[in-house]
């Protein structure tokens, strides 16, 4: 129940059935109505896709009505009843499965108890993880050596242990659940999670296996996992309309957003925006304004700062800062057309706060990155993408924190300059500019016919074909030795 998750899950699903399963979608009512036209759309072309939805108990739990999505919790205290209404989904969820009786379930990760309810209905359940084979075998190395214990300071560099690669991160940007080693209800829901996909049938990534081959082959060898590489999904979009209304209607106007983009050469707009979930502080966008424009790039920048009224004055934004961006900068305020922006030629560098979906969609556009991780496993991603793959700057990100107050600027606006400027015309701009083409071609070859991520799709779906002539067969064999 959260952008991030329900985006690729839906795409998923739209695979799934385009390659001749017949997939069912399960979401809250609130929810679904994001996904409708998508699903309207892939109706028309003759793929069918099934919804259902399942009342969410937010008021049972002592959520206010409505609240359904991660983006409506808007404070530390509501996270632990938002679990709570989850956990309350087990019950609904198994009588529904009883009804429509699928051959499989696939289920997100933070969903520990899907394994148990696929059992009971003796099917398998499939672990959907919205995150990297390199964050995952991050994490995994973190668990179990814990190598930040003994390090002195938060800002002290230290090696993630037996990666393919070195590593190196500091204990400031661990989540705050695996600094501080006490035990709440994220630290019980990722045990739980990860003891559940233990015992699940495998495990989909949204990925491919050419970005990070030594993390895909470290995650099934040394991690011992079953899993299957089937990304980028978000190639599935391939219209101007499926790209614009993805997961929730835009807050511009889709021609409006492209005219403004088709006035600019190509590779010369940076597009900024920090996914679904992240808020800065009033004090910390005005540090991005002042920095983007001093930097003297034009840029796409989506902005989530509420007015609590219509008169309120936007106090992030500097003094006629708008006025002097005319023509050169233009301002999303809520939700963008993302596809459609990364996917624009004018578009020749993206400011990401590193979340998996983003980052997976600016190297399918092909371009270099500014990255700006805030929290979940974003610390992590951001080192794939500037160490690893090298196809992106760092602006400097040190602390991991989901919440911010109102004061706090962790970035300045001369860090923000810097990286924009690294990016456009430093040393290394061209080197990574032409890496991060060679990624988009491969992302795209992997979804072909013939590619790592379309033939591994189609092995999971084949294997699942066999597994119940095959379940049958061994049942029967048992039998008879019986
Ligand atoms: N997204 C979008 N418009 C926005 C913000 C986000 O289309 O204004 C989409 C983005 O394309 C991505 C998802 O929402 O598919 C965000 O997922 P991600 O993993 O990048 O970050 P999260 O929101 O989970 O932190």
Redesign the pocket.
């Known amino acids: 129940m959260?952008?991030?998750h329900m985006?690729p899950t839906v795409d998923m699903a739209r695979l799934f059935s385009r390659n001749g399963v017949k997939s069912t979608i399960i979401m809250t009512p609130l929810n679904a109505p994001l996904f409708s036209k998508t699903i309207e759309r892939e109706s028309q072309l003759g793929i069918e896709i099934g919804i259902r939805q399942i009342k969410f108990p937010s008021v049972e739990v002592g959520l206010p009505e409505g609240c359904e999505n991660v983006t409506s919790i808007t404070s530390p205290e509501m996270s632990p009843n938002f679990y709570k209404a989850i956990d309350l989904l087990q019950q609904p969820l198994e009588q529904l499965l009883e009804k429509e009786r699928p051959d499989c379930l696939v289920a997100d990760f933070f969903i520990p108890w899907a394994t148990e309810v696929a059992g009971k209905l003796g099917i398998p359940r499939l672990v959907f993880h919205?995150t990297s084979f390199f964050a995952l075998s991050v994490y995994d190395s973190l668990f179990h050596q814990k190598p930040y214990k003994n390090i002195k300071s938060d800002s002290e560099d230290f090696i993630v242990p037996n990666l393919p690669d070195v590593i190196k991160l500091t204990r400031g940007q661990l989540p705050d659940h695996i600094r501080e080693e006490t035990e709440n209800n994220v630290t019980k829901l990722i045990e739980k999670s990860l003891k559940s996909e233990l015992t699940s049938y495998g495990v989909i990534v949204n990925s491919f296996h050419e970005l990070e081959p030594a993390y895909s082959e470290h995650y099934r060898k040394v991690m011992g996992r079953k899993a299957w590489q089937i990304g980028p999904v978000?190639l599935c979009n391939r219209d101007n309309e499926d790209k614009a209304q993805?997961?929730?209607k835009a807050s511009v106007d889709e021609q409006e957003c492209l005219s403004w983009l088709d006035s600019k050469k190509p590779n010369t707009v940076l597009y900024v925006?920090f996914?679904?979930?992240?808020r800065f502080s009033t004090a910390q966008l005005f540090e991005i304004a002042m920095g983007l424009e001093a930097s003297a790039q034009q840029f796409v920048w989506?902005v989530r700062k509420e007015k609590r009224n219509e008169d309120e004055e936007e106090d992030w934004m500097p003094k006629g800062f708008e006025k002097r961006m005319a023509g050169k900068g233009l301002i999303i305020r809520g939700?963008?057309?993302?596809?459609l922006i990364l996917d624009h030629e004018a578009v020749g560098g993206f400011m990401t706060?590193c979340?998996?979906?983003?980052l997976l969609?600016g190297m399918t556009a092909g371009v270099p990155m500014v990255t700006w991780p805030l929290f979940?496993e974003q610390f992590y991603n951001e080192k794939l993408v500037t160490d690893v793959l090298r196809i992106g700057v760092g602006v400097g990100a040190q602390e991991w924190s989901r919440w911010t107050d109102d004061n706090k600027v962790s970035v300045k606006k001369e860090d923000v300059t810097k990286a924009v400027t690294q990016l456009v015309a430093g040393e290394e701009a061209e080197k990574m500019r032409s890496r991060a083409k060679v990624f988009q071609d491969m992302a795209r070859r992997a979804v072909e016919e013939g590619g790592s991520s379309y033939s591994d799709l189609n092995a999971f779906i084949e294997e699942l074909r066999l597994f119940w002539p095959l379940l049958c067969f061994v049942l029967f064999a048992l039998a008879l030795c019986l």
């Open positions: 959260a952008h991030g985006i919205g978000s993805r997961g929730n925006c996914g679904s979930v992240s989506v939700w963008a057309p993302q596809l706060h979340g998996w979906n983003s969609e979940a």
